[in-house]
Each structure stands twice: as C-alpha cells, then as structure tokens.
C-alpha cells in the first residue's frame, strides 16, 4: 500500500513516470513465504520480471542471505531499503503520516473497549519528535560528526537504527499494550493523504522516495506512461443560406 502510494503522489508530482498498471506489489511474511511466491512466478518458464524488497534492518538483511542462492538461480534481483528504515520512513507527507498514527491508535483502542488517552496527540508528536531526533543524530553520525556517541556504542556495541515501522510497534504497545495493525496505517496514511488538498512534502523524504522508486522501475523495466494525443477536428462550415 504504501509504494503504490508512493508511486501515485510521485507520478502526480512529475518526479517519476511509470506505468502503474504494470506494475504488482505482494507482501511476505517470512523467507517460506517468500520462496513460495517466487517458485509460483518463475514456474513454467513465465516471462515475468521479478524483485525482492526488504526494509533495511537486520531481518531484511538477513532474509536476502537467505533467499540469495534461489534468487541468482531464478534470476530475480533483491533491493534493500537504506539501512536502517523502513518503508514507512518513506513517507513524503509528514503530517498525514502523524494523523494517521493517532488515528489507527485511536481506532484499534476503540475497537478493543480501552479508553482513549486525552493526551493521546500529544504523546504522538513528542514519540515522532524523538524518532526524528534520533534519526537526525545518527545520521549526522554517519557522514563524519563523531563528537557524540552513544554509551554502548562506545564499549564496542553497535547499536541498530530504530525503522519507523518499529518506532511504531513500540509506540502502540506503550500507548494500547498491544501491537496496533500496520496494515491499517498504511490503509489510513494512503486515504488521508488523497483527502488533502495541499499537503506539505518533506523534500528530503521525497528525493529519497524518488531514488527508490526510480531504483525499482528500472530493476523491472516498467514502461512510462503513454499519454494518448487527442485530435480535434473543427467542424467544416457548409455554404449556402440555411
């Protein structure tokens, strides 16, 4: 839900052009299920261009160790998202993205019978504050600013980069004391996001969305957009008196 999300809104932006029509996007649960799905696709020799898509933490990475070997033998290429984030970090619209946190929080405590925090919008932008922060931290970590460092990464322990898709697991066992339903995110991310009429982009989200999405039309060689050129012909005028 969220590429064909993104897809839409940067195909909309005229960042990227592709043929969406072209283009299917099914999701896996584990490496069996992932297997499963690419002996399916390649079986009976289809003619069908293929890629694996993993977040960038440490089960993405291990799952393309794993699924490698059947990979190069099918002939599928793999694409890790950037280390450390997930396909939520990808979001372009910052503020749906939030609006949609609070509400499917909202929603899946509703749905269970628990009381809704008054302070639950509240407690949603401050958790969003630190991720970001932590993120902004790491970063600038990483292009060369050593001059803060977290106390177990200096004994020798690396720490992992927190996804947003994590960051949201966390926040909803805090807040609900149970895992709140990704899919139901990406689903009310994706309709709020259609409902606004100008959504403030983030521009780093969008450069870095872009290159992903661009990344996986070339690995599939999806096609462009064909606009199709409407010809007008001006009605002849007829002579004489009428």
């Known amino acids: 839900m969220y590429l064909y999300e993104l897809f839409r809104q940067l195909t909309k932006l005229g960042e990227i052009d592709v043929d969406l029509n072209m283009l299917g996007i099914m999701s896996f649960y584990d490496y069996q299920n992932l297997r499963f799905l690419l ?4 079986r009976e020799g289809q003619d069908i261009s293929l890629l694996v898509l993993v977040d960038g ?10 699924v490698s070997a059947l990979c190069k033998r099918l002939a599928v290429p793999t694409l890790r998202l950037a280390d450390g984030k997930s ?11 939030i609006q949609a946190v609070k509400k499917t929080l909202q929603n899946a405590c509703e749905a269970e019978g628990k009381p809704v925090p008054r302070d639950l919008d509240d407690r949603v932008r401050a958790a969003w504050s630190e991720q970001k922060a932590a993120k902004e931290k790491t970063e600038r970590r990483d292009k060369g600013d050593k001059t803060e460092k977290p106390e177990r990464e200096e ?6 980069k927190k996804t947003t898709g994590r960051w949201f697991k966390d926040l909803s066992s805090e807040i609900i004391e149970d895992e709140a339903s990704k899919i139901v995110l990406a689903r009310v991310y994706a309709e709020l996001c259609r409902e606004a009429k100008t959504p403030a ?6 450069r870095e969305s872009t290159v992903l999405c661009r990344d ?8 462009a957009v064909r ?4 010809i007008e012909v001006a009605p002849q005028k007829t002579s004489g008196s009428s």
Do not use: H
């Not at 396909?87 to 993205?97: H, R």
């Open 57 to 66: 933490d440490s089960e993405g990475k291990g799952i393309v160790q794993r």
């Open 227 to 230: 606009a199709m050129r409407v």
């Open 39 to 42: 002996q399916v696709f390649k």
């Open 155 to 160: 004994k020798g322990e690396k720490r992992e």
């Open 216 to 223: 996986i039309a070339t690995k599939l060689s999806l096609p």
């Open 201 to 206: 982009q983030n521009r780093e989200r969008v």
């Open 87 to 97: 396909i939520e970090d990808y979001c372009i619209f910052e503020e749906e993205f």
